[in-house]
């Protein structure tokens, strides 16, 4: 049994605005996605740069079985932004096109609404009609239609509403019967029904599961969106630049996605402000701090002015009365009132001298004009290490208010790491945890997510923060695990989703004081290395040589396939858990340096490697059931031709990396410890909320002194199997139902199930 005392008068910390979401458009989370425009490629800019297999036709394909062409020409286009454009040019009979979506299909539904709409233009000898339908791609049963004549030879946009006549997946059709030329772009189709009405709006049934989850803010447009592409914000390619996401959606230029796609700008930096509003999130927007560590180009500092101004602007955007210049642009745009903003972020998981020499032009010129707004410094995506450290000391020196935090490791690295955030310095900058997950979307993992957020939740150092990715639609997948899943027609929350909902719905004001009591023994499980040692190159040849292992003298020999060496020696198959193993590596051809395994077991591995990522860093991660969790980071580079002298020392749980004598890292692998169960609470007017995770195979009753006369009592619980998934097929699978409780004076019980999140409210 466990004993739990809350202590509802005893106030630990505020929590503000602990719990909010991370967008990004990643998994087409955006373009085919929350932004409900249904046609694919609608003004024909999709382009090798953004995607190898892309063409300007990509997502259209000829419809009518007339005599014609269609082709993309940039030759008048409707504006500099938007050069591409099609054209059809009939012989005779009939000719257009099709577009079937994002998902191969248009989930039409019958007594809907949908407004199409394009720029269009013709030859003059063209007066024929255009037939707009909405037609089964399988079959050709129609579900509606409408038509209209091309008016003019200069562009102009038609619009019209075609209502369902019957639920079909289709694709959209715009033929044209006769002979001449016509001439069409940005061709749209959306749903009359979005979320909230909005035109240009968000697809309704994925916005009602974010504004469902209750989320105090918004981390918006990513990741590494943000500052992954070319620094000319002219480019195609550039990083994402906030004013090139505002105005009229014809008049965005199209950008490449850098998650391998295009991306339209549809939804733009006034769409997410008004979306946040829409939700009852506040807007945290991130923007590029002048260098992109993926290339490694920085903007030279006599240059950083136009960054820092678009940072001044943004906030004005969000802020500023109509007297201001982009706050009038903001009112022209159809939002008078500010939107207000109390968040910004500079710079998304940079690693590099280059970023934390560019930030504090930033922080200098926004606290100078906007002393409130809170600044959110970076450090880095792991962690751990050099350049996480680099961040937090940035954030130290130059006042920054928060440091975003990203990790995505181990469900059991979560466990092990349940007291990180009671050692940070309360006094100091507090912590964004911008990004996490455990990679996987079973209830485990999302237990393992849950028993962390309560230690977030007590910490009273983590200010912020949001699970990632949050979006995935299913037939574009960059990354997984990912929140909520989608495809054309639905939508569904996993696991994971509904952990952050719970915690979301219970958040509360204040943080009390909780203590719980057990009789039960809290398990360990160790992680020290046991196993056995691999060398390994990845499309890269080396060569290892003067390899000992506690002093003993060994050669080894090499194997490949697909682009992987590996080098094995009978002295490194041999099980080991405490060790010396030295050795010198020479890079001799290819583009990264070199990996060492060890404790090898059925299930686990760790891994050292040196030159990794882009030939970047060097890297300690552990591999716990096939989960990457990074254990220490610094950057480092392997030179061809160079020696290297290489020395890893184990022994029981720690680990010692050296590299030519100079110790590059040096850890203590944390075991994951099973507490019997973890708590949190917290309280908001008469409202006492107690969040208990319990991980364990077996159930556990709970007796609850609240400290407080209770006047009702109430109990969710997310529970299961430990592999247990939700899919397109079973939605609700692991999903919160009500847990029968009793309570009596300030007691109150509940039976908790194994492998359960129990979320308890109580009104006094
Ligand atoms: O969430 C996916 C990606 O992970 C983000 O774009 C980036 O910030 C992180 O590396």
Request: net charge negative; glycine share 8%; hydrophobic share 35%.
């Given at each position: 049994?466990?004993?739990i ?16 979401i991370?967008f ?42 007339g005599e ?24 005779a ?21 949908y407004?199409f709409?394009f ?17 089964s ?41 006769g ?11 959306f ?13 309704e ?17 990513g ?19 906030w ?20 991306q ?14 829409d ?113 937090w ?34 006094t100091?900058?507090?912590v ?9 979307n ?15 939740e007590?910490s ?24 909520i899943?989608?495809?054309e027609k639905?939508?569904f ?31 360990v ?14 499309n ?12 003993e ?31 010198k ?19 686990i ?7 990794g ?11 716990i ?5 990074v ?49 949190a ?9 107690i ?9 556990r009753?709970c007796?609850?002194?609240t ?9 969710e619980?997310?529970?299961g ?14 999903s ?29």
């Open positions: 049994m466990n004993r005392t809350v202590f509802p008068d005893k106030r630990l910390h505020a929590l503000g605005d602990l719990y909010g991370f990004e458009d990643i998994n087409h989370a955006a373009d085919g996605g929350l932004y409900a425009e249904m046609v694919r490629n609608r003004s024909f800019e999709f382009d090798r740069i953004d995607n190898y297999s892309y063409d300007h036709l990509t997502g259209w394909e000829k419809a009518g079985g014609f062409k269609i082709w993309v020409e940039s030759v008048h286009p409707i504006n500099e932004n938007n050069l591409n454009y099609l054209a059809i040019d009939v012989a009979g009939e000719g257009g096109v099709r577009n079937r979506g994002f998902n191969g299909k248009m989930p039409i539904k019958k007594g809907e609404e407004i709409s720029y269009a233009r013709r030859v003059k000898n063209f007066k024929s009609d255009v037939r707009i339908t909405l037609v791609a399988e079959n050709g049963e129609k579900a509606g239609e409408a038509s209209l004549k091309i008016t003019g030879c200069d562009w102009k946009k038609y619009e019209g509403v075609i209502k369902a006549e019957k639920s079909l997946p289709c694709a959209l059709e715009i033929v044209a019967e002979e001449g030329r016509i001439y069409f772009d940005e061709i749209s189709l749903p009359k029904r979005t979320f909230k009405g909005r035109k240009n709006g968000m697809r049934d994925i916005a009602l599961m974010l504004k469902e989850l209750g989320p105090k803010f918004m981390r918006f447009p990741g590494c969106l943000v500052h992954d592409g070319s620094l000319d914000k002219n480019a195609r390619d550039s990083l994402y630049r004013k090139n996401t505002i105005g009229g959606v014809e008049k965005r230029p199209a950008r490449r996605n850098n998650w391998g796609y295009n339209t700008l549809g939804l733009g930096f006034y769409e997410y402000f008004l979306f946040c509003e939700i009852g999130a506040k807007p945290l927007p991130v923007l590029p701090g002048a260098y992109n560590p993926h290339r490694k180009d920085a903007v030279p500092l006599d240059e950083l002015d136009e960054w820092v101004e678009d940072a001044l602007d943004l906030i004005e955007f969000a802020r500023g009365g109509e007297n201001t210049k982009y706050g009038k642009i903001r009112a022209e745009l159809g939002h008078k009132e500010p939107f207000g903003l109390e968040y910004i972020a500079i710079g998304n998981e940079e690693v590099g001298d280059e970023f934390f020499e560019r930030y504090p032009y930033f922080h200098k010129a926004i606290k100078e004009k906007y002393p409130d707004i809170k600044i959110i410094g970076t450090s880095g995506p792991f962690p751990c290490g050099g350049e996480f450290e680099k961040g000391r940035s954030a130290r020196e130059n006042g920054t208010d928060i440091v975003d935090e990203h990790y995505y490791v181990s469900p059991e690295w979560f466990l092990a790491n349940y007291d990180r955030y009671f050692n940070y310095d309360k100091g900058p507090k964004f945890l911008g990004e996490y997950a455990s990679w996987g079973t209830l485990y993992n999302a237990l393992c997510e849950a028993v962390y957020m309560t230690a977030l007590k009273g150092t983590v200010a912020l923060a949001c699970y990632a990715p949050l979006l995935a639609n299913s037939a574009y997948v960059n990354w997984r695990p990912d929140l899943w989608f495809d639905s939508v929350g996993s696991a994971n989703y509904y952990v952050q909902k719970l915690f979301m719905a219970h958040q509360g004001k204040y943080e009390v004081l909780c203590e719980n009591e057990s009789e039960d023994e809290t398990d499980l160790s992680f020290a290395p046991n196993g056995t040692i691999e060398l390994e190159t990845v890269t040849k080396a060569r290892f040589y003067d390899l000992k292992i506690d002093g003298a060994f050669e080894v020999s090499e194997s490949e396939k697909d682009g992987r060496r590996v080098y094995k020696s009978d002295a490194l198959e041999k099980k080991r858990e405490s060790f010396v193993l030295e050795m590596a020479e890079e001799i051809e290819g583009i990264r340096g070199f990996t060492i395994k060890f404790g090898m077991s059925e299930n591995y760790y891994r050292w490697e040196i030159g990522w882009q030939n970047q860093d060097s890297v300690l991660c552990s591999h059931n096939g989960r990457e969790s254990l220490a980071h610094e950057l480092k580079s392997v030179e061809r031709g160079r020696e290297y002298d290489i020395r890893l020392e184990v022994c029981g749980n720690a680990v010692e990396c050296f590299i030519d004598g100079v110790k590059i890292h040096s850890v203590k692998i944390l075991p994951a410890v099973i507490r019997p169960i973890y708590t609470a917290s309280v908001e007017e008469d409202k006492v909320y969040k208990a995770v319990n991980i364990k195979g077996t159930p009753l007796e609850i002194e400290n407080c006369d209770i006047r009702s009592a109430e109990a619980v997310l529970t199997e430990p592999q247990d998934m939700n899919s397109f097929e079973e939605k609700e699978k692991v919160p139902k009500a847990l029968e409780i009793s309570f009596s004076g300030s007691v109150v019980k509940a039976q908790m199930p194994p492998m359960s999140l129990c979320v308890i409210t109580v009104k006094r």
